[in-house]
């Protein structure tokens, strides 16, 4: 089997269900978009729901690999923030069909699908919680992690939503200095 064609049927498969939902996709329209039979998108993935958790956890998984990765080229905490805030805001403005799929879409209304977007959003803030450069208990660390991840995903969430063009660069660095702010202020008062 062709790893090309495997990405093929992801890349249709996201477009497919970010945009019509779950129930509506169908295994036999992603087929039909890539002028294939439906027999052939079975040899890659055994179900619809097979096909769904996959893209699910491949979306999550570039996200992820996006935003530790530019974390991690800094050494300086504040630097690292910010470079996470845009390059999360980045990813979301150049992914925002796998943004839909993986906020809003069904992946909030099934259980399995809710669990893997849960995944990922703890995967987020583990990866994430060894930058945050405070002197607290680790499980303290996990839960500002799990703010800083739950804030970058509803600013998203009404960005797009709204429609209107953003600039992933400045909204980014927006929001770098608010969490920066909160995460140095603890311990202050």
């Known amino acids: 089997m062709s790893t090309d064609r495997r990405r093929q049927i992801l890349d249709v498969a996201l477009k497919a269900f970010s945009t ?3 129930h509506a996709t169908s295994m036999n329209g992603i087929a039909d978009a890539l002028n294939i039979t439906k027999p052939v998108v079975y040899q890659y993935f055994d179900s619809k729901r097979a096909l769904y958790l996959e893209l699910l956890k491949d979306v999550g998984e570039d996200l992820l690999s996006s935003v530790t990765a530019s974390i991690s080229s800094s050494g300086e905490p504040r630097v690292q923030v910010e470079q996470g805030m845009i390059a999360y805001f980045t990813w979301v403005d150049k992914n925002r069909d796998a943004f839909a799929l993986l906020f809003e879409s069904s992946a909030r209304v099934d259980d399995e ?8 959003e703890e995967g987020a803030a583990r990866a994430i919680s060894p930058f945050i450069a405070v002197n607290v208990a680790q499980e303290d660390l996990y839960a500002f992690a799990i703010g800083i991840v739950g804030m970058a995903e509803a600013v998203s969430r009404q960005v ?11 909204l ?3 929001l770098a200095v608010m969490a920066w702010g909160g995460l140095r202020s603890i311990g202050q008062h």
């Not at 699908?113 to 990922?120: H, L, N, P, R």
């Open 20 to 22: 019509a939902g779950y």
């Open 113 to 120: 699908f809710e669990d893997i977007v849960s995944e990922f």
């Open 160 to 170: 797009i939503k709204s429609g209107k063009p953003f600039q992933p660069e400045s």
């Open 172 to 174: 980014g660095r927006s």
